[in-house]
């Protein structure tokens, strides 16, 4: 059995109750409280070991309605020219701090929430460009502070599963990774999905789950090539992106914004493949179908909206003293985000952070 590219983290293993504490309570708090931030803040609170204790917003309305709704202690906004969040990095009473800004404020919203002491699990993508991601590694080491991004599905029993089974050799040698993700977003210039200012774009928003099959069943490729197709102010709409690998391996990723793609999965190689269930960044269920006719179905409870297990990550490695997650280390995000500057390199899209010095 080869290993496993991706760790497993204990939280995935069989058996292992995501919601039971692991240690000492830790007290959350919430920075842009929009859709996502809402169903994260809900697996949060099913963790037994959990407090929501604040929340953060550029509006007052926005924080004290999201608080209530939930159940935080104290909510933040921008007053007397102090942004929210940093109110919220002021508060002595939080621990971590979840960050659901744009992309393009991750940087800066971090930083800030490290140099204060507090720990972090911020949303994907970590930054807009390696650069940015180094930095934010540099600022937490310098603080001893945890720091991870939030890429979610590593730590699924579903995905770790599928890890389980390529790196057990049923399928031979893997040859060939197939993913894709999309759905239709109406063109609006204030939305932050097509504002070149916020990092938007299929690619940054996107990539990171087709890119976690190929990176989990084949590594780091040795060459990348990528296709785009861009708005007038250089907005990528959707893009194809081919992986090769020394082996002779490929995987090739689809995402889009304009397009409601399947969300399919599939592993091939060379004695079978693998298919994960729609959408591939939360399968329920896996398909293995081997050459030599045998089939089979295994799947997987969902909880909450299944963030649980990060969510456990997150709260496991803090207790335990760790600066850094040994399933989603800073090493791995950071060479995430270089893949994507080479990606973006190619096909034209360009941020002004690209060109800021950190």
């Given at each position: ?100 800004t ?21 949303e ?32 699924l ?39 070149p ?29 990528a ?26 990723l ?43 179905v ?61």
């Open positions: 059995m080869r290993q496993h590219i991706l760790p497993v983290p204990p939280c995935a293993e069989p058996g292992v109750d995501p919601l039971a504490a692991t240690g000492k309570n830790l007290r959350w708090g919430v920075v842009a409280p929009g859709q996502i931030a809402r169903r994260v803040t809900a697996d949060i609170a099913l963790l037994e070991d959990s407090v929501l204790q604040a929340v953060s917003s550029r509006s007052e309305a926005n924080a004290a309605n999201f608080a209530e709704e939930f159940g935080f202690i104290s909510s933040y906004s921008d007053s007397n020219g102090v942004s929210g969040y940093q109110h919220l990095f002021n508060d002595p009473n939080v621990d971590v701090v979840y960050i659901a744009p992309h393009s404020q991750h940087r800066e919203v971090a930083e800030a929430a490290l140099t204060a002491g507090k720990h972090v699990l911020c994907k993508p970590f930054t807009v460009n390696a650069a940015e991601a180094r930095a934010l590694a540099e600022v937490a080491a310098a603080n001893g502070v945890f720091l991870m991004e939030a890429v979610w599905t590593r730590f029993p579903s995905i770790n599963r599928a890890w389980d089974i390529i790196g057990s050799g049923e399928l031979g040698e893997i040859r060939w990774v197939q993913a894709d993700l999309g759905f239709v977003s109406a063109y609006d210039r204030n939305s932050r999905l097509w504002d200012a916020a990092g938007g774009g299929a690619l940054l928003d996107l990539a990171v789950y087709p890119l976690t099959w190929a990176l989990g069943a084949l590594g780091f490729p040795a060459h990348t090539a296709q785009a197709t861009l708005t007038d102010d250089g907005v990528d709409m959707g893009n194809v992106l081919t992986l090769s690998y020394e082996n002779g391996a490929n995987a090739q689809i995402t889009s914004i304009v397009a409601a793609c399947p969300g399919t999965a599939t592993v091939s190689g060379s004695a079978g493949w693998l298919k994960a269930s729609t959408p591939q960044c939360n399968p329920s269920d896996l398909t293995i179908t081997t050459t030599d006719g045998r089939s089979r295994e799947a997987f409870e969902q909880i909450g909206s299944n963030y649980v297990y990060q969510l456990r990550e997150v709260t496991r490695c803090i207790q335990d003293g760790l600066t850094e997650s040994p399933t989603m280390p800073w090493a791995h995000s950071i060479a995430t985000m270089a893949l994507l500057d080479d990606i973006r390199e190619q096909v034209g899209i360009r941020y002004a952070s690209d060109q800021v010095t950190v």
